[in-house]
């Protein structure tokens, strides 16, 4: 004898499938996650980035043109591996050769 199985989540769109229980999951709610995950560690990345900044007294701290220039390649490596994964890139076509 076969069982009521739930329906199994289906969606060709990508904006609204159909959950276990019948009950319609918006598409929406990836883009809200990926929103409020992407405020709150952006905000993060910059408070520390500003924190960086307070490095700069030169009455508290000790600090030669090597160590600002380390610091300075570690976060553009960074925003530049961030553009690698995000498939972006700022300079699109300005390395490419044509006559």
Same mark, same amino acid.
């Given at each position: ?5 739930? *329906?199994?989540?289906?969606? %060709?769109? @990508?904006?609204?499938?159909?959950? @276990?229980?019948?009950?319609? *999951? ?11 995950? *992407?405020?709150?560690? %952006? ?16 009455? *508290? ?9 380390? &610091?300075? /390649?570690?976060?553009?490596?960074? %925003?530049?591996? &961030?553009?690698? /994964? ?11 050769? /044509?006559?």
């Amino acid at each position: 004898m076969l069982k009521n199985l739930p *329906a199994q989540p289906i969606s %060709t769109s @990508g904006s609204v499938i159909e959950n @276990g229980d019948g009950l319609m *999951a918006d598409g929406n709610e990836k883009r809200e996650k990926f929103v409020r995950l *992407a405020e709150g560690r %952006t905000q993060s990345a910059l408070d520390s980035i500003r924190k960086l900044g307070n490095l700069s007294n030169r009455r *508290a701290y000790d600090y030669d043109e090597a160590d600002v220039k380390r &610091i300075i /390649k570690a976060l553009r490596d960074a %925003t530049n591996e &961030i553009e690698r /994964k995000f498939g972006s890139s700022s300079g699109d076509g300005a390395d490419k050769f /044509k006559l």
